[in-house]
């Protein structure tokens, strides 16, 4: 099973909760695929949680900033970076596959 991770997607909501159905309060944690993950906007305590031991995935926005990291080898912090690109002029999604627990940067 793959999760595609995107933001920046401020001015979209209505189009994305049709495709999603349901859209949650930030921070929202969740488990899938028997990993515990927590989606919140932003970073401000994105480190304190990767290394709490409490998520195995700490999944976040705000800085635009495509990026993916294992926080003593514990949680991974992924960023997806911005789908709409008009900060970074890049156009980025994250995918992680769940079954492999590999995360990579994909721009679209």
Same mark, same amino acid.
């Given at each position: 099973m793959k999760l595609g991770i995107i933001a920046d997607t +401020? =001015?979209?909501?209505? %189009?994305?909760?049709k495709v999603v159905g349901?859209?949650?309060?930030?921070? +929202? =944690?969740?488990?899938? %695929?028997?990993?515990?993950?927590?989606?919140?906007h932003k970073p401000k305590i994105v480190e304190a949680l990767a290394v709490s031991g409490a998520y195995?995935?700490?999944?976040y926005g705000y800085t635009h900033k495509a990026e993916i990291e294992k926080k003593e080898d514990k949680a991974l912090m992924?960023?997806?970076g911005e789908c709409r690109g008009?900060?970074?002029?890049?156009?980025?999604?994250a995918i992680h596959d769940l079954e492999k627990d590999e995360a990579k940067i994909e721009q679209v």
């Open positions: +401020h =001015d979209d909501l209505e %189009a994305i909760e349901e859209l949650y309060e930030d921070p +929202h =944690d969740f488990e899938l %695929a028997r990993k515990k993950l927590i989606v919140m195995d995935m700490v999944i992924i960023n997806p008009h900060l970074t002029r890049r156009r980025t999604v």
